[in-house]
């Protein structure tokens, strides 16, 4: 199971975009809303997640992955946030997944989990990514760590979120159906 945070004034591409194509992958996929259901982007776009923080379980036996997506105030939200916190302690400790894009690698910097990882982030917030190694590409995967510069490489950082849970294959399925 993935889960993908939702917090107030998060960037509706950067979230939007992996969880369509994630969930075209047939990779199941739990939006989390950050203190309720209707959880409102940057740009004005409201969200209804499929669970609510408070809802969140606090054992997670099927997390194969964290996504955060960027934005603000969005990333600063979801730095707040507990449950978010919990989720990327639990995914650390158990070897998952965690992905962040745009601005929020710097919430994973200031919890040193990019300590000597490639990362990259949306440009200005580099000095947040404690400990990584800055990448210039626009997508970095270091292990279980993935990080995207920000919301123009939304389908590429998703693509990358498919490969690593379900192989080159799919994520080329999933490409070819959406660029024929």
Known sequence: ???????????????LIPVDLLRRASISV???GIGG???CGTHGIPVTADITDKDMPAELP???MIVLPGGMPGTK?????SAVDSALRLAAAQNSYIAAICAAPM????????????????PG??????????SADGVAEDGRMITAKAAGYATDFALTLIRALRGAD???????????
Not at 107 to 122: D, F, M, T
Not at 127 to 133: K, R
Not at 170 to 180: G, H, L, N, R, Y
Request: with cysteine.
């Open 125 to 134: 917030f580099e000095t947040e990514l404690t400990g990584a190694v800055l």
């Open 107 to 122: 919430i994973l910097g200031k919890r040193g989990l990019l300590q000597g990882k490639q990362a990259v982030c949306y």
């Open 77 to 81: 939200n979801l730095d707040a946030s």
């Open 1 to 15: 199971m993935v889960y993908l945070f939702l917090a107030e004034g998060f960037e509706e591409a950067e979230a």
């Open 30 to 32: 739990t939006t989390v």
């Open 62 to 64: 099927d997390l194969e």
């Open 37 to 39: 259901k209707v959880i």
């Open 170 to 180: 799919t994520a080329k399925q999933v490409c070819e159906a959406i660029c024929p």
